[in-house]
């Protein structure tokens, strides 16, 4: 067990007990969790990789309410690793580090609170593409959902924005109003298909009359999404991502 409180890191002999103070977080290591050994991780990590990644979930509890701790160690493992290699001189591409900016703007806004310490601490800058990566395991903390699941949630967002700009034939500014709410319908549509949730209630009738060529966009990007996801897309999707392709093709007829 670790106690972490105002920056303390605590460490304390075997079958030694150590009473946290208020001001600690408590994590227990579990023997198997779906995000790797967390006792495994914890003798690999070292302490000042494990302190920056409490404080980033500490931030997040604070915001969110809630955070599944048992994040913190691998976590810390990434963190330790992405210092290594920005000591080293490489550099890894984050093709979806703009989308996670915007998707997971808080969690973003969290991990953005690391760049300070580790540039102070290790004397290395982080860029945004590597945040965007603590961003997600900061996401996945708060979902409870592992790090690859909130990647793919990224993922398939970028994707179906690219299948909206390729068939509407217009490139949507990711700082617009529209670009914000196709993109969060989108990541719940993901979500649910993921899931296996449905909505309730149906307007694929109404759209598929008033707005047939959003709606003929729509039914090909769900069925590319199912195909993609692997995972099937409810049909009563259609019409309700239709009528944020339809303001988009309005904004359009406007310009």
């Not at 996401?139 to 690859?148: L, M, N, R, W």
């Not at 990647?151 to 500014?173: F, L, P």
Request: proline share 2%; hydrophobic share 45%.
């Amino acid at each position: 067990m670790f106690d972490f409180g105002k920056g303390y890191w605590i460490w304390q002999k075997v079958a030694e007990r150590i009473e946290p103070t208020k001001e600690a977080t408590v994590y227990a290591l579990q023997k198997q969790t779906e995000r790797g050994n967390a006792k495994t991780l914890a003798t690999s990590v070292a302490p000042e990789f494990l302190e920056i990644a409490n404080m980033l979930l500490k931030e997040a509890k604070d915001t969110f309410g809630k955070v599944d701790s048992n994040i913190l160690f691998p976590m810390a493992d990434h963190i330790a690793f992405a210092i290594k290699r920005m000591q080293s001189g490489e550099k890894i591409s984050n093709p979806l580090t703009e989308d996670i900016r915007v998707l997971f703007h808080v969690e973003f806004k969290i991990a953005l609170q690391a760049r300070t310490i580790i540039e102070h601490q290790f004397g290395v800058v982080m860029d945004d593409d590597e945040i965007g990566y603590i961003a997600l395991h900061i996401h996945s903390a708060i979902e409870d959902e592992k790090v690859s699941q909130s990647m793919q949630m990224a993922r398939a967002v970028r994707q179906c924005i690219s299948w909206v700009e390729e068939e509407t034939g217009k490139q949507i500014d990711i700082a617009s109003l529209s670009y914000n709410r196709l993109m969060n319908h989108i990541r719940y549509m993901v979500a649910r298909a993921l899931n296996g949730e449905q909505l309730k209630v149906s307007m694929n009738d109404y759209m598929i009359v008033k707005f047939p060529k959003a709606y003929q966009i729509s039914q090909t990007i769900c069925d590319q999404i199912a195909h993609d996801l692997k995972h099937e897309v409810a049909e009563i999707e259609i019409g309700y991502l239709a009528m944020h392709i339809a303001r988009v093709l309005d904004e359009e007829t406007k310009e």
